[in-house]
Nanobody, 124 residues
């Protein structure tokens, strides 16, 4: 069992940056593949990024590739998402998630544990 708490969301102008954090507690954080998802107004939850337990295998959605960077600090039980060059279409609630399985990490159903989300609003 794992508990996840996101933070770092806020209001930012287009072109700006934010760094989201997700602090995990409960089970051994190092054993989990982690992911970031987002859900914009009136939209379905979509994949943003996934990172394996070692932090060496990372995949991104095409829409954020080159702008967002996922990382993790297992000693601090923390997952990060550095978001640069933000666009209005990045506006969404951002969620971190964790899975103990060997799933690919790109699908919502791959994850067993979810945080409550943090809101990101990008104005134009």
């Amino acid at each position: 069992q794992l508990q996840l708490v996101e933070s770092g969301g806020g209001l930012v102008q287009a072109g700006g940056s934010l760094r989201l954090s997700c602090v995990a507690s409960g089970s051994t954080f190092r054993s989990y593949r982690m992911g970031w998802f987002r859900q914009g107004p009136g939209k379905e939850r979509e994949f943003v990024a996934t990172i394996d337990w070692s932090g060496t295998s990372i995949d991104y959605a095409h829409s954020v590739n080159g702008r967002f960077t996922a990382s993790r600090d297992n000693d601090k039980n923390t997952l990060y998402l550095q978001m640069n060059t933000l666009k209005p279409e990045d506006t969404a609630d951002y969620y971190c998630a964790a899975t103990f399985t060997m799933r690919t990490g790109k699908g919502e159903n791959d994850y067993d544990y979810w945080g409550q989300g943090t809101q990101v609003t990008v104005s134009s």
